[in-house]
């Protein structure tokens, strides 16, 4: 049986730190949105971010991981900040190279309602009023995001791009992150046990959430 990797193909502000977390209390190596200091050897990989790091493994060698053998697991895997959009989990090939290499891979879907994913989004430093409408996105061209039930009909089309292309696999796992069963879901699905479960990276900012149109510079 190949070595089990994890990829969670859940968007920001769905509870993708709170998993990172418990899968390295659990003993796994976790990359969670850019390697830190400390977690690669000689800090080779030190700040690269997972999506950079993916897209370079895969049109390096035809494997997205080929670059991070030092990690189990990978739950925040996109990327928005300084000029870079990079998002994989909405691109098929490069999931799908991932099971043609690995063939213990296990893909996890963490899911919120839209409505609390975008709400959360619109309080998260500039992420939904700002990066999300001005960066080019997978499905979110610039100028789209700039009002709540865009960036909900946009959330909600990843889901079900992700439950088109996984759903029904044994591979495949989706839960809701409110769901008290979560822990023993994933637990199951992964054959390992889960000694830490809550809510990590909470959103605490209860500013306006309307949406602008205004550069991320």
Request: net charge neutral; aromatic share 12%; proline share 5%.
């Given at each position: ?186 637990g199951d699905f992964l054959g390992i046990e889960l000694p ?22």
């Open positions: 049986m190949s070595r089990q990797r994890i990829i969670n193909l859940g968007l920001p502000k769905s509870g993708t730190t709170t998993l990172g977390k418990a899968l390295a209390k659990a003993g796994l190596r976790v990359a969670d949105w850019k390697v830190h200091e400390g977690q690669s050897r000689g800090d080779a990989l030190k700040d690269e971010f997972v999506g950079t790091l993916f897209y370079k493994g895969y049109y390096g060698t035809g494997d997205p991981l080929a670059q991070m053998d030092e990690f189990d697991a990978f739950t925040e895997i996109s990327t928005i900040s300084k000029g870079l959009s990079i998002w994989p989990q909405f691109d098929y090939p490069l999931l799908s190279a991932i099971e043609k290499h690995h063939s213990g891979a296990k893909f996890i879907l963490s899911a919120r309602p839209a409505k609390d994913v975008v709400d959360s989004m619109m309080r998260w430093s500039n992420l939904g009023s700002r990066r999300l409408p001005n960066y080019s996105v997978p499905g979110l061209p610039v100028g789209f995001g700039t009002t709540i039930d865009e960036l909900e009909r946009w959330v909600n089309g990843h889901y079900e791009f992700v439950r088109k292309a996984f759903g029904g696999q044994e591979n495949f796992l989706e839960y809701q992150t409110d769901d008290p069963d979560a822990p023993k879901l994933i830490w479960w809550g809510r990590s990276n909470e959103n605490k900012n209860n500013a306006p959430k309307d949406a602008t149109k205004s550069k991320d510079e």
